[in-house]
C-alpha cells in the first residue's frame, strides 16, 4: 500500500535535548577510525577557533535518524518498518557540532513517492541548539522495499 502523499510538509514535536558530550565525541571518532585531534583535544579544537572539541560531520546522525522515529513510528503514516532500507543521507552545516551543545531535532516530512512498488520517503531534521540557532540540517531517504509476490 502507497503511503499517504498528505503526509508531505507535516512536521513532528521537536525531540528532547541531546546533550553532546566530549566522550560521546571521543567514542564516535574513534569508531569511524578518525584522529582528527579537534575531536578530542579542546586546546586543537580552539586552535581551530573552537571553543570545545567538535563532532566529526556524521555524529549527528545518531540524534537525527532517532529523531526520524516520530516519523516511522507514525502509525496513521502506514510504513512498514520491517521492509526500510536507508537510501541516502546529507548533511548541511551551519557549524559544527561542539562539546556541551544541548541540541533539539524537529523532523519534517519532504516528500513522499511511489517507484516500481516501493515507497520512497524523504526526512528532514533541522538540529537546533538551546537559543534556538540552527545548527545542521539532515536530509534521510528512506526506502520500504515493495513486498515480494507469491
Not at 500500500?1 to 513532528?12: E, H, I, K, P, T
Not at 571521543?26 to 573552537?50: C, K, Q
Not at 526500510?84 to 557540532?97: K, L, N, P, S, W
Request: aromatic fraction near 8%.
Amino acid at each position: 500500500m502507497a503511503l499517504d502523499q498528505s503526509f508531505v510538509g507535516r512536521s513532528y514535536p521537536p525531540t528532547p535535548r541531546y546533550e553532546v558530550g566530549r566522550e560521546k565525541i571521543r567514542e564516535f571518532a574513534e569508531a569511524i577510525g578518525d584522529s582528527n585531534p579537534a575531536y578530542t583535544d579542546p586546546e586543537a579544537a580552539r586552535v581551530l577557533g573552537h571553543p570545545d572539541v567538535i563532532a566529526p560531520p556524521t555524529f549527528v546522525f545518531a540524534i537525527t535518524f532517532r529523531a526520524a522515529r516520530q516519523v516511522t513510528e507514525d502509525p496513521q503514516l502506514g510504513l512498514d518498518y520491517s521492509r526500510v532500507v536507508h537510501g541516502d543521507q546529507q548533511f548541511t552545516y551551519e557549524r559544527a557540532v561542539r562539546a556541551g551543545d544541548r541540541l533539539s531535532v524537529t523532523s519534517t516530512i519532504e516528500a513522499v513517492k511511489s517507484m516500481a512498488g516501493n515507497d520512497i520517503l524523504d526526512v528532514r531534521g533541522e538540529v537546533h541548539d538551546e537559543a534556538g540557532e540552527l545548527v545542521v540540517t539532515a536530509r534521510t531517504k528512506l526506502v520500504a522495499r515493495a513486498a515480494e509476490e507469491g
